[in-house]
């Protein structure tokens, strides 16, 4: 059974950072593309951040030069700095794994694994 498991959400006050974290089980990724996405009531999951098998990276415009989305074949996680965060960033986080090995694609619908996402909450 494939699980990922988000962690490291929260509170935090606007121009904070924090950290996610994703681990995964019953299977490895080491060659599939690894995302985060967000969704805020109301609106569809967005793309955030993703990273390629081989460590290629590619982020939303709302969050390039913010934002760092990093993996460890290793250890089978992915993680996502968020620095200099606004109140707009809030939402509920998902990572999610690339089922098909090899492939690039940041649409939500394309992905088959995901986690059961983690809060992050940016306010004063």
């Known amino acids: 059974q494939v699980q990922l498991v988000e962690s490291g959400g929260g509170l935090v006050q606007p121009g904070g950072s924090l950290r996610l974290s994703c681990a995964a089980s019953g299977r490895t990724f080491s060659s599939n593309m690894l995302g985060w996405f967000r969704q805020t009531p109301g609106k569809e999951r967005e793309f955030v951040a993703g990273?390629?098998?081989?460590?290629?990276?590619t982020y939303s415009d709302p969050v390039k030069g913010r934002f760092t989305i990093s993996r460890d074949n290793a250890k089978n996680t992915v993680s996502l700095q968020m620095n200099s965060l606004k109140p707009e960033d809030t939402a509920v986080y998902y990572c999610?794994?690339?089922?098909?090995?090899?492939?690039?694609?940041?649409?939500?619908?394309?992905?088959?694994?995901w986690g059961q996402g983690t809060q992050v909450t940016v306010s004063s």
């Open positions: 990273i390629t098998w081989s460590g290629g990276v």
């Open positions: 999610a794994a690339q089922q098909r090995r090899y492939f690039t694609t940041t649409e939500a619908a394309s992905y088959g694994y």
